[in-house]
């Protein structure tokens, strides 16, 4: 791949982002090119020592916040005529709910991810309290050594469970973060670059 | 290296970087090769978010008939980098004390 390939397919692969943020990435990367051949590096190699346009993509994507992609998406490209607005206004009692449902799902699966998180804290936080009563009730109880043993037997082993089972959510909860992470990733490819032609 | 860390470190590894002198792009690749690892496509996001945290200003100026990017550093940025001095001392008493295996 030469120079002028290479351009040209990165500014496919991040049509969508703003005219600023797609101008600055490609700017940057022609820089990279011009002074690595300038060091003494072939072209080709120059080139291809930058890493695979999907790489690229995908770090440029990770610092751009989201909210600027769908922005830009959802931005006109020109002004609007007069008629066009009369329809956005007329048609409002369609559109608005609309894309309210849509930023409100949004919302709902943010949070249903901070309560699975959540639920499995508290989850873990019952039974250790639970654990820990069963041992303070075999102490209190008055129904003989029996039950006593039953008792501390079963508080012991609930607050143990717990313990081993808070180790087991925390790596859950980072795989959650990850998870997510490149949920974001997914989210953002789908606004920015050309759809993929079969070649 | 644990991500998060080698994000943070190589936040500052830039800003070292150009802390003495401007400096562009690819010469900060090269200054940094030899400590860390770090790729021209590693470098572009940590410039964009050193900028937008106003740890650097960036000027453009001709180079042989082209136009390059200098990165200058700001004063938070010279401050970050004495924070990350202290940090440092810091992680270094914990690193003794690990390596010593805790013994007094």
């Not at chain 1, 490609?26 to 003494?40: L, Q």
Request: contains cysteine; charged residues 25%; hydrophobic residues 45%.
């Amino acid at each position: 791949m030469n120079k002028t390939e290479f351009t040209e397919q990165l500014r496919a692969a991040l049509k969508g982002l703003s005219e600023e943020d797609l101008k600055k990435s490609v700017d940057y990367y022609e820089e990279m090119i011009d002074d690595r051949m300038e060091d003494g590096i072939p072209e080709e190699e120059a080139v291809n020592g930058l890493g695979s346009i999907d790489e690229i993509k995908n770090k440029i994507l990770k610092e751009i916040p989201i909210v600027n992609i769908v922005k830009e998406k959802i931005k006109p490209k020109r002004g609007l005529a007069g008629w066009e607005i009369a329809l956005l206004v007329i048609g409002s009692p369609v559109w608005v709910p609309i894309v309210l449902s849509l930023i409100i799902t949004g919302l709902s699966i943010y949070m249903t991810f901070w309560i699975i998180i959540l639920s499995l804290y508290v989850t873990d936080l019952s039974l250790f309290l639970s654990g820990i009563l069963g041992i303070v009730a075999a102490f209190m109880q008055t129904n003989g050594f029996a039950t006593g043993l039953f008792l501390s037997g079963i508080g012991i082993t609930l607050t143990g469970v717990s313990v081993l089972l808070f180790f087991g959510f925390n790596q859950i909860t980072k795989w959650m973060f990850i998870l997510s992470k490149k949920f974001v990733l997914w989210l953002k490819k789908l606004f920015v670059g050309e759809k993929k032609s079969a070649n | 290296m644990e991500n998060q860390m080698k994000r943070g470190l190589l936040d500052v590894c830039v800003l070292a970087a150009i802390r003495d002198e401007d400096s562009y792009g690819y010469r900060i690749v090269k200054d940094l090769s030899p400590y860390v690892e770090i790729s021209e496509s590693t470098l572009y996001p940590i410039l964009r978010r050193l900028e937008s945290g106003q740890m650097l200003t960036v000027r453009t100026a001709e180079h042989n008939g082209r136009l390059r990017k200098y990165y200058h550093i700001t004063d938070s940025g010279i401050e970050r980098l004495k924070q990350f001095e202290s940090e440092w001392k810091e992680l270094m008493q914990i690193y003794e004390f690990v390596t010593r295996g805790g013994e007094k």
